[in-house]
Antibody, heavy 117, light 106 residues
Framework: QVRLVQSGGGVVQPGRSVRLSCAAS????????MQWVRQAPGKGLEWVAA????????YYADSVEGRFTISRDNSKNTLSLQMNSLRGEDTAIYYC??????????WGQGTLVTVSS | EIVMTHSPATLSVSPGERVTLSCRAS??????LAWYQQKPGQAPRLLIY???TRATGIPDRFSGSGSGTEFTLTISSLQSEDFAVYYC????????FGQGTKVEIK
């Protein structure tokens, strides 16, 4: 069955960095666009970043452009999100998700990133 | 950016009632519209894609309709497990979510 298992996150100081990972299994990972979505505490869902199957095409929300980097390793079935220059407003649960023609059919369990001094 | 707006923000409903949630796009999303359900402490769950196609395993009490800028999610008879927050998402141009509608017990 399709599984997306996330790791990383935690408490990080403003201006510092953290890396999130999402291990995929149960489907041909290299065939799918993959996404990151976040949810600030008590708030709605916000799209963060997307990466196409070959890893060459990447898209970012304006709020994270230039600070976050999405990447994938198709040989290891792993999706990553490198988050630099973190701000308080980046505090959120981050979800990875599988993209099927634009909509997201499977989601990871989520990982909390708290930016605080 | 296509802005998605839900109405209402909160809906108080009794079990067994019919529920209609609305989502409006600031510009056409064609039929590239999905609905998700999210319960506290859980990841979102895909309900509907293509504006009206139920995802695998979704009960037929959930139905979606609309195209362009106006979309609706209907729950024909609300069950206890349906109390949750519902989000629409357009994927016609990049990806954006609405702010959600919370369906709570009346």
């Amino acid at each position: 069955q399709v599984r997306l298992v996330q790791s990383g996150g935690g408490v990080v100081q403003p201006g510092r960095s953290v890396r999130l990972s999402c291990a995929a299994s149960g489907f041909p990972f290299s065939n799918y666009v993959m996404q990151w979505v976040r949810q600030a505490p008590g708030k709605g869902l916000e799209w963060v970043a997307a990466i196409y199957s070959d890893g060459n095409n990447k898209y970012y929300a304006d709020s994270v452009e230039g600070r976050f980097t999405i990447s994938r390793d198709n040989s290891k079935n792993t999706l990553s999100l490198q988050m630099n220059s973190l701000r308080g407003e980046d505090t959120a649960i981050y979800y990875c998700a599988r993209d099927v023609a634009g909509y997201f059919d499977f989601w990871g369990q989520g990982t909390l990133v708290t930016v605080s001094s | 950016e296509i802005v998605m707006t839900h109405s209402p923000a909160t809906l108080s409903v009794s079990p067994g009632e019919r529920v209609t949630l609305s989502c409006r796009a600031s510009q056409s999303a064609s039929s590239n519209l999905a609905w998700y359900q999210q319960k506290p402490g859980q990841a979102p769950r895909l309900l509907i894609y293509g504006a009206s196609t139920r995802a695998t395993g979704i009960p037929d009490r959930f139905s979606g309709s609309g195209s362009g800028t106006e979309f609706t999610l209907t729950i024909s008879s609300l069950q206890s497990e349906d109390f949750a927050v519902y989000y629409c998402q357009q994927y016609n141009y990049w990806w954006t979510f609405g702010q959600g509608t919370k369906v709570e017990i009346k």
